[in-house]
């Protein structure tokens, strides 16, 4: 019961981006690491999808974001993974790299441990790149991996739909 609830708020809320995306004739490219591919998924399942998601990527490790992105050591250079700076890079480089409206990002640390930066676990940056910009750092206390996975996607989701408001 309680992961249908977890899904039907996502859903609910991927179905509003959705809809105000198609209704703008604007696409999305997403980057995502401890939602580890949640958030395309998610706008993936909502029907018509193929007028509005370009493309997302798992950018899990310093070699993914290389190549997936094109992000190097140079580019890095005064930031650190999970940080608003760092997310709001990714938003920026996958709505380039897929010629997008808008970009959305999120990167953190899901648990049940946190990560090797000194965030706890339930510590997410989000990041919103395109006509209008937004960051946000999320931090729920929390140490379920599962859970936290979900809160971050809804709070990305939910960014992305207040830039789209």
Not at 37 to 57: D, E, H, W
Not at 61 to 89: F, H, K, N, V, W
């Amino acid at each position: 019961m309680k992961e249908d609830m977890m899904s039907t708020d996502l859903d609910v809320i991927a179905s509003r981006v959705a809809a105000r995306l198609i209704a703008r004739g604007e696409t999305i490219a997403v980057a995502e690491s401890s939602t580890g591919g949640l958030l395309s998924a998610t706008l993936l399942a909502v029907p018509g999808a193929s007028r509005y998601f370009l493309g997302g990527a798992v950018v899990y490790t310093a070699a993914a974001r290389e190549a997936l992105l094109g992000i190097s050591l140079d580019d890095m250079a005064g930031m650190r993974s999970a940080s608003e700076p760092y997310a709001q890079l990714l938003a920026e480089r996958s709505r380039l790299a897929l010629k997008a409206s808008w970009g959305l990002a999120e990167t953190g640390a899901a648990g049940p441990t946190g990560n090797r930066y000194g965030d706890d676990a339930g510590h997410s940056c989000l990041a919103i790149s395109g006509p209008s910009s937004r960051v946000r750092t999320l931090e729920t206390g929390l140490a379920d991996r599962a859970v936290n996975m979900h809160l971050f996607a809804v709070a990305a989701l939910s960014l992305l739909e207040e830039a789209l408001t």
